[in-house]
């Protein structure tokens, strides 16, 4: 099943007859997306950026901008969250991960937003390691393997980030209204495979306590719940797709290594960190 | 609780085995709970329908403990997860 995209203009956001049944918020505390059922699928609002419209079975999305909010900031907020979003109603398995190719096999780094797995894919991506994806990482179960799609040809980053990894006059899209992050398109300062790999690992990212990258290998059913925690899903009230998911949870955990990672939050230490990352997955640890 | 009674597994719980541990997924609030390799071998043996006495008996085979012990332990288990309405005692 593939995704289709439909632009329908500007709109007000009125309030929907439902309540919402979910909802995001920031670090801040504010409201950052609100979730509502509809007759016919669900409306994701974004207040006061946009509103998109999902069908129930995730194969149709269609969506208003609010007055005055940039293309650029409604597609930045389509591929980043509701794109994740709709494939998992389709039944698809999608993680806030970035991946990047190493070898003949692709890694994926896991975590919420700031841990930093644009700025570990870019670091990749300008040293030979070319990047799958930054975020929304879709991940397909075989019978021997998992295989990690790629996405977007382009990361997200923060200026500091963006400055450390790349050069600050590397071609970019500036950032959109939601979000200070810049939007770095592949080329030759960023490289980027766009074809599906087979997963090498999974790298579970800490919170930066650790003085050098360290690498603890993680029980399955630890695992599992790491992915639950990080996974993409528009409406857990689904059984059949809540089962679907941890069906093929539990087949991705018991066919793919998993680790916790943890390494200093500062780029001096990036180009360490890469390297053990690479030393890591030379050594090759199974599950 | 006696030792005598079975569990009935909830149509709203579901069980995975992933290494030597058994993951539930309670279906009704999506929330997960894990059992460690001691519990997954009780999991697995109430699942086949063998009563709780039963199920202690087999599991008093494998492991270095009491049998008036490890029965204990498996009334708590059943208990709790009982509690959290992952199954049925009948």
Known sequence: MTLLLLKLGVRDQTTPETAPYHHWVLPDGSLWTRFFRLREGYLIRFPDLADFEVSSDGSRVQYWSANGVAEETVALLFNNQVRPLALSRQGKLMLHASSVALEGEAVAFVGPSGRGKSTLAASFATHGFPCLTDDGLQVEIGEDFATLLPSLPSLRLWDDSLRATISADAPRIAPGEYSAKSRVLAGEHLTFHDAPMKAGAFYFLGEGDSAVATFEPLRQSEALIEMVRHSFLLDVEQHEILKSNFTALSRLVSITPCFRLDYPRNYDALAEVRLAIVEHSRAGETV | ?90
Do not use: C
């Not at chain 2, 719980?13 to 030597?20: L, R, Y």
């Open chain 2, 1 to 90: 609780m006696r030792l005598s009674g079975k569990v009935l597994i909830p149509a709203h719980v579901m069980s995975k085995i992933v290494g030597d541990e058994i993951m539930l997924l309670d279906l009704s609030n999506g929330t997960y709970f894990a059992l460690d390799a001691i519990g997954a071998d009780i999991w697995r043996l109430l699942e086949r329908g063998m009563t709780l006495g039963a199920t202690a008996a087999e599991i008093y085979a494998d492991y270095d403990a009491s049998l008036a012990d490890i029965e204990r332990d498996v009334v708590l288990l059943v208990d709790q997860l009982a509690t959290k309405q992952l199954l049925e005692v009948v």
